[in-house]
Nanobody, 114 residues
């Protein structure tokens, strides 16, 4: 049984940093492309960042230069380092993986507010 668990969310002031982590059981991240998505209040779920099997990363324009996605193959985690956070980054953040991104975590809340 595949299970993804996100952690690391919380309340942070604008300009602050958070590091999200997605831990997996029942699946090995290095065999799949893995994504971080987010859903802001009242909005649709949007793709934020992706990391391929080969380690190539990509980002939505709004987070380029501020967010970094990485994968730790020893720990079987995919992480999202978020710096220079803005109020508009407030959302529930989800990781997703699998051959058709069919496995999702339950999400972790990130709130950026003073």
């Amino acid at each position: 049984q595949v299970r993804l668990v996100e952690s690391g969310g919380g309340l942070v002031q604008p300009g602050g940093s958070l590091r999200l982590s997605c831990a997996a059981s029942g699946i090995i991240f290095r065999f799949y492309t893995t994504h971080w998505y987010r859903r802001a209040p009242g909005k649709q779920r949007d793709l934020v960042a992706s990391i391929t099997i080969g380690g190539t990363t990509s980002y939505v324009d709004s987070v380029k230069g501020r967010f970094t996605i990485s994968r730790d193959d020893a720990e079987n985690t995919v992480n999202l380092q978020m710096n220079s956070l803005k109020p508009e980054d407030t959302a529930v953040y989800y990781c997703a993986t699998g051959s058709i991104s069919n496995y999702w975590g339950q999400g972790t809340q990130v709130t950026v507010s003073s």
